[in-house]
Nanobody, 123 residues
Framework: QVQLVESGGGLVQAGGSLRLSCAASVGTFSSNAVGWFRQAPGKEREFVAGKGLRESTYYADPVKGRFTISRDNAKNTVYLQMNSLKPEDTARYYC?????????????????WGQGTQVTVSS
């Protein structure tokens, strides 16, 4: 059973930064697409960032230029560096692995999900 564990969330003021981490129990991230999603209260889960099979990166428009996805295959860990945070970035952030094909921004393209880590940005 593959487990994904996110960490690094917290409370930060607008304009601040956080780095989220997602550690996998096995090498599910190695040479495979990975993604970050988020869900704000009362809203549906949405795509934030993805890293494709050939290390290409994809970002949702609201986070372009502010967020960066990266990974360390040796550590089976994916990161999301978040800069210039805004109150509208407040959400629970989830990493996704076990890519099975399809569009990187679709939740159905991933088999494994973490429990999420809360990010709260105060104004």
């Amino acid at each position: 059973q593959v487990q994904l564990v996110e960490s690094g969330g917290g409370l930060v003021q607008a304009g601040g930064s956080l780095r989220l981490s997602c550690a996998a129990s096995v090498g599910t991230f190695s040479s495979n697409a990975v993604g970050w999603f988020r869900q704000a209260p009362g809203k549906e889960r949405e795509f934030v960032a993805g890293k494709g099979l050939r290390e290409s990166t994809y970002y949702a428009d609201p986070v372009k230029g502010r967020f960066t996805i990266s990974r360390d295959n040796a550590k089976n860990t994916v990161y999301l560096q978040m800069n210039s945070l805004k109150p509208e970035d407040t959400a629970r952030y989830y990493c996704a692995g076990g890519y099975s094909g399809g569009l990187y921004f679709q939740q159905s393209s991933y088999h494994y999900w973490g429990q999420g880590t809360q990010v709260t940005v105060s104004s």
